[in-house]
């Protein structure tokens, strides 16, 4: 579904992805886990088009994503939950919703997208009303998962949702994401919470200082003493 070979980005004067290559897979969730500063937040600008890569080549389900502009990118089924969630904190959790289905394609079905959140995360109908940014630190995951399901993307990109919350709460935000997972999205997470997001992916690559160093099946490299090691604190 999403190839990426080769490639090179950064910000003015500093390089931050060296020739880094991966798939996912339609029906897959695969994670990027690597430390503070490995670049997996850079890669998953450049994968929605936030970021253009200086090297390498981009594709989603066959389309050239470096052709493509950077407001066209969700129209190919990427949809983008970014780091610290971003959400408008003082409108409500419907009108965040809204901002989530702001193509054409899914205006024309908001009501039909917000009736399918609404079932698959019940809290956010109970708080349709509320403010976003009076929500938990878990409700403001949910609604910013549930933001980017409006544009019915093939294609979820998640940075880091387990950042900042309470280790209760982490482990409800993987169980979103293995939800979103079961119900047919295909997931691409970056994460520092390798222990449990190998919990709920199907494979990983792990990223250290712009470079891909490993990657195989997640309980292979649960089982690897060199990453349990580096970073799983064992
Ligand atoms: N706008 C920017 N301008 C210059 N350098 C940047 C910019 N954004 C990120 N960087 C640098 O690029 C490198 C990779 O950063 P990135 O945010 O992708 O890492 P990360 O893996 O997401 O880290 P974290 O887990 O802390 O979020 C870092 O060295 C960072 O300082
Ligand atoms: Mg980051």
């Known amino acids: 579904m999403l190839e990426l070979k080769g490639i090179d980005a950064g910000y003015a004067g500093f390089q931050a992805l060296f020739g880094v290559s991966m798939r996912v897979d339609a029906g897959e969730a695969v994670a990027v886990i690597g430390s503070n500063g490995a670049g997996k937040t850079t890669l998953l600008r450049v994968v929605s088009g936030l970021l253009a890569p200086t090297a390498g080549t981009m594709t989603m389900q066959g389309t050239d994503l470096i052709a493509t502009p950077p407001h066209k990118v969700i129209e190919t089924g990427i949809a983008h939950v970014p780091e610290s969630r971003r959400l408008f904190p003082r409108l409500s959790v419907e009108d965040n919703l809204r901002m989530g289905a702001f ?102 690559y792990l990223l250290e200082v712009g470079r891909m160093k490993a990657s195989g099946r997640a309980e292979e490299l649960a089982a690897s003493d060199e990453i349990r090691k580096a970073y799983m604190g064992l």
Do not use: W
């Not at 039909?112 to 995951?141: D, H, I, N």
């Not at 093939?154 to 979103?176: N, R």
């Open 103 to 204: 193509i054409p394609a899914a205006r024309a079905k908001f009501h039909q997208r917000l009736e399918y959140v609404y079932a698959l995360f019940p809290r956010l109908k109970e708080r349709r009303t509320q403010l976003a940014g009076t929500m938990s630190g878990g409700e403001q995951q949910m609604c910013a998962i549930a933001r980017a399901l409006m544009s019915e993307p093939k294609l979820v990109l998640l940075d880091e949702p387990s950042m900042g919350l309470a280790p209760v709460i982490v482990s409800q935000v993987f169980d979103l994401v293995r939800r979103i997972r079961n119900d047919g999205y295909t997931v691409l997470i970056v994460e520092q919470n390798v222990r449990q997001v190998l919990k709920v992916v199907d494979r990983a």
